[in-house]
């Protein structure tokens, strides 16, 4: 069965780097997400992204925030300068059509 | 925005006993309301959702029920297995968008 996959799994970072973090969307999709969840709380909407550009985005991704979709099957998204609050769980999803999400496993960031 | 409030934020049931989770939410436009799964350490994983046209779905031992004017959605999971266990979150579309507002999160236990 097709999924999405995220790369790295864990990164450990020192406050002030900047980090990239990977994903893999399933082939046939159009639209794509990314979403974060601090330890213990709900799963928070980062970004949008269709047709090569965001479509929305919330006010947790500011300016230190990036996403890029480079060679049509990964889609990235960056932290310029990481923060102790950015520690979390990053989730990239992706839609076909409709609304059916389907999330990765993950990259769990820590800031230290 | 969409506000999505989840009930209860744990539940320990017997195997073999019925249970229910539930959510409101507060926007009248949302469309789409799907329950996710989550393991430790894994991503959200869909298990059954509900559009807005749909009173009741049902899928072997799991169902959505919808109550539009009401604006809340339960999650009814049957004759529970240990391996149920995991933390179940409810989400609804915000307005007609495929942005999901995701709820906090029930600790589903299931004692053997």
């Known amino acids: 069965e097709p999924e999405v996959t995220q790369t790295p799994s864990h990164q450990v970072t020192q406050m002030g780097q900047e980090v990239i973090l990977r994903c893999v969307p399933i082939?046939?999709?159009?639209?794509f997400y990314w979403y974060r969840q601090i330890l213990g709380q709900k799963v928070e909407f980062l970004v949008s992204f269709y047709n090569n550009e965001i479509s929305e985005k919330s006010e947790i991704f500011d300016d230190q925030f990036s996403v890029e979709r480079p060679d049509g099957s990964n889609f990235t998204l960056k932290i310029r300068s990481t923060k102790l609050e950015d520690s979390a769980m990053y989730f990239c999803?992706?839609?076909?059509?409709?609304?059916?999400?389907?999330f990765g496993q993950g990259t769990r960031l820590t800031v230290v | 925005g969409e506000n999505v409030e989840q009930h209860p934020s744990t539940l320990s049931v017997q195997e073999g006993d019925s249970a229910v989770i539930k959510c409101t939410y507060s926007?009248?436009?949302?469309?789409?309301f799907p329950w996710y799964k989550q393991e430790l350490g894994k991503g959200p994983q869909l298990i059954i959702d509900?559009?807005?046209?749909?009173g009741e779905k049902k899928d072997q031992r799991i169902a959505v029920t919808l109550n539009k004017t009401a604006k809340h959605f339960s999650l009814h999971i049957t004759e529970t297995q240990p391996e149920d266990s995991a933390v179940y979150f409810c989400?609804?579309?915000?307005?007609?968008?495929?942005?999901?507002?995701f709820g906090t999160g029930t600790r589903l236990q299931v004692f053997p």
């Open positions: 082939s046939n999709h159009l639209y």
């Open positions: 926007d009248s436009a949302s469309n789409y």
């Open positions: 989400a609804a579309s915000e307005g007609g968008t495929d942005k999901l507002i």
């Open positions: 509900i559009r807005s046209n749909v």
């Open positions: 999803a992706s839609i076909r059509g409709g609304n059916e999400a389907f």
